[in-house]
């Protein structure tokens, strides 16, 4: 490329990642948070047609970490470019993916839209990490069709399934905070039938 493109292109992404003016600006003269933003502009120099971030924001403090994400999701819908985002943090995950693929050990547990992971985990792995933590364990201890009615902890929870169990079938079941709530009181309005 000629001299004047490349520095059209060097002015364009140093203004698109915060940075104009500091073409000339020592490596010593900047923050965590602006070195972070110089590599993306060098990164983003070439046009590559995908980027892989390897964990890229972990070694930063919180602030700086939230701040980053949101500019590389900004800079990432300005220039589009496809990215490949690994990283062991669920936010970082659901703010910056389009799509998501949980891997532990080497396989894939589920993969999808970030909204289909939350609604629809598939693996108590998946509901781990998108931080499900009200877990029933329990035995099968009914079932008509697809209801069905586990004993959990002394607690019977009825749940709609298609999925064929046993009595005493041992389950595990993950629920949504959003979705609990609790009384003391025992009568029909506050009995809820979940889909699972």
């Given at each position: ?27 010593q003269m900047l923050s ?31 602030n700086m970490r939230v ?130």
């Amino acid at each position: 490329k000629s001299k004047k493109e490349i520095e059209n292109r060097v002015n364009f992404l140093l203004k698109t990642v915060g940075l104009a003016g500091y073409q000339n600006r020592k490596i010593q003269m900047l923050s965590g948070g602006e070195k972070q933003r110089i590599a993306l502009a060098r990164t983003l120099a070439p046009e590559p047609d995908l980027i892989l971030f390897d964990e890229p924001l972990s070694a930063l403090d919180e602030n700086m970490r939230v701040n980053l994400r949101k500019e590389i999701k900004r800079i990432q819908k300005k220039i589009n470019f496809t990215g490949i985002f690994v990283t062991h943090d669920r936010k970082e995950a659901f703010e910056l993916g389009d799509k998501i693929a949980l891997i532990s050990n080497g396989k894939m547990l589920q993969f999808g839209e970030p909204k289909s992971l939350y609604l629809n985990p598939k693996t108590p792995e998946v509901a781990e990490f998108i931080g499900i933590n009200n877990n029933f364990f329990g035995k099968i201890i009914h079932q008509e069709k697809n209801l069905k009615i586990a004993e959990m902890n002394k607690v019977e929870i009825q749940f709609e399934s298609d999925n064929n169990y046993e009595l005493d079938d041992k389950i595990a079941i993950y629920i949504k905070t959003e979705l609990c709530s609790f009384s003391n009181e025992k009568n029909i309005d506050n009995v809820k039938t979940i889909k699972i």
